[in-house]
């Protein structure tokens, strides 16, 4: 059976799904009980209609948005790594980041640089460590460093992709 395209999954949609998917993008424990007020059906029709949507794969999980300066960890880093082909594209690479757990994020991308990860640690001593450890890896050639000053746009969806 072929992949549907976005276009296929959009016109399955309704504006009552489109609403429940706005809701949940604001915040993913809203009830069913206050999804169900907003829009006007049910607590159980709305539920069918997550789980029908979850079937479709627009909903892929639920998360949590944590605040990691609480936690001790105050910088937040984004790493570009430039590869040695063609290890890009056998993943050994990506097996390898995936060990360091200050890394929260990875996309292979287009551009200077082949991949762009996030990393999230204490402090810039922790930092340089994890670059040694990015840089050590078979297949990474170097890496560009861009440390975050401040975050004025946090976790957002795109408003206009229904």
């Given at each position: 059976m072929a992949k549907k395209t976005r276009k296929d999954i959009t016109s399955e949609l309704d504006e009552i799904d489109r609403e429940i998917l706005s809701i949940l993008k604001r915040n993913a424990r809203t009830s069913l009980s206050d999804i169900s007020i907003e829009v006007g059906l049910s607590s159980p029709s709305i539920s069918d209609r997550i789980m029908k949507l979850e079937k479709m794969g627009l909903i892929r999980?639920?998360?949590?948005?944590?605040?990691?300066?609480?936690?001790?960890?105050?910088?937040?880093a984004?790493?570009?790594v430039t590869l040695e082909h063609p290890q890009c594209c056998r993943g050994d690479v990506v097996k390898e980041l995936v060990k360091i757990p200050q890394i929260t994020e990875g996309h292979f991308t287009d551009g200077e640089e082949d991949m762009l990860v996030k990393v999230v640690t204490e402090d810039t001593a922790s930092l340089m460590e994890i670059l040694a450890k990015i840089t050590s890896i078979n297949g990474v050639n170097r890496t560009k460093t861009t440390i975050v000053l401040s975050t004025p746009i946090d976790s957002r969806s795109p408003e206009k992709t229904l």
């Open positions: 999980g639920y998360t949590l948005v944590m605040d990691y300066r609480k936690l001790g960890l105050g910088i937040t984004f790493v570009g």
